[in-house]
């Protein structure tokens, strides 16, 4: 089963700056099949980004993913006050599953 | 406009059974893979199942193998989660989750999730 580590745990930022998270898999991740999704509280989570850099429909552009193997970033380049929220990687890679997931990232205002 | 609708979640002793149900729509159901994902209170996200198009796949986390069954009424573009001998740590939200692609071959992310069910096991 490949484990995603996410850091930092919790982010603290001002609007206006920018949030670079961290995603580490345990072992590569074929094809950059990993995904991140936004969560706010009481609400079920929002595809941000599939194949490590491809946005998904809706996204502004102000959200961008990187990476390959098994480091991966996505980073938020002038957060808004609506981007403050819990930050999930999820892998797809393994066949079959366990799809994982990290264990988040918390984005707060500061 | 894709709609998932979970309901069946409650209060359930350990030990004891809860089937969960997933209503579609705006979609042609039958053409993608779907999955369940839990979260427990103030944790993250974990996948739990999923199960391609026509059923003919499963697939489980290792910690609900052998007590929890997914499945699927293509007819009625629902989606089912059938968990038996439940635990205190299967409390949690169970979400509905849809694939992003119709007709893969294999499961991905998800692009699409319901607003989820809670599921509280206790006695």
């Known amino acids: 089963e490949i484990v995603l580590t996410q850091s930092p745990g919790t982010l603290s930022l001002s609007p206006g700056e920018r949030a670079t998270l961290s995603c580490r898999a345990s072992?590569?991740?074929?094809?950059?099949?990993l995904a991140w999704y936004q969560q706010k509280p009481g609400q079920a989570p929002r595809l941000l980004i599939y194949?490590?850099?491809s946005r998904a429909t809706g996204i502004p552009d102000r959200f961008s993913g990187s990476g390959s193997g098994t480091d991966f970033t996505l980073t938020i380049s002038r957060l808004e006050p609506e981007d403050f929220a819990v930050y999930y990687c999820?892998?797809?890679?393994?066949?079959?599953?366990?799809?994982?997931f990290g264990q988040g990232t918390k984005l707060e205002i500061k | 406009e894709v709609q998932l609708v979970e309901s069946g979640g409650g209060l359930v002793q350990p030990g004891g059974s809860l089937r969960l149900s997933c209503a579609a729509s705006?979609?042609?159901?039958?053409?993608?893979?779907m999955s369940w994902v839990r979260q427990a209170p103030g944790k993250g996200l974990e996948w739990v199942a999923n199960?391609?198009?026509?059923?003919?796949?499963?697939y489980y986390v290792d910690s609900v193998k052998g007590r929890f069954t997914i499945s699927r009424d293509n007819a009625k573009n629902s989606l089912y989660l059938q968990m038996n001998s439940l635990r205190a740590e299967d409390t949690a939200v169970y979400y509905c989750?849809?694939?992003?692609?119709?007709?893969?071959?294999?499961?991905?992310?998800?692009?699409?999730w319901g607003q989820g069910t809670l599921v509280t096991v206790s006695s």
């Open positions: 072992q590569s991740v074929s094809s950059s099949y």
């Open positions: 705006g979609f042609t159901f039958s053409s993608y893979w």
């Open positions: 999820q892998q797809y890679g393994s066949s079959p599953p366990p799809y994982t």
């Open positions: 989750a849809r694939d992003p692609l119709p007709k893969r071959r294999s499961p991905s992310y998800f692009d699409y």
């Open positions: 194949g490590a850099s």
């Open positions: 199960i391609k198009q026509d059923g003919s796949e499963k």
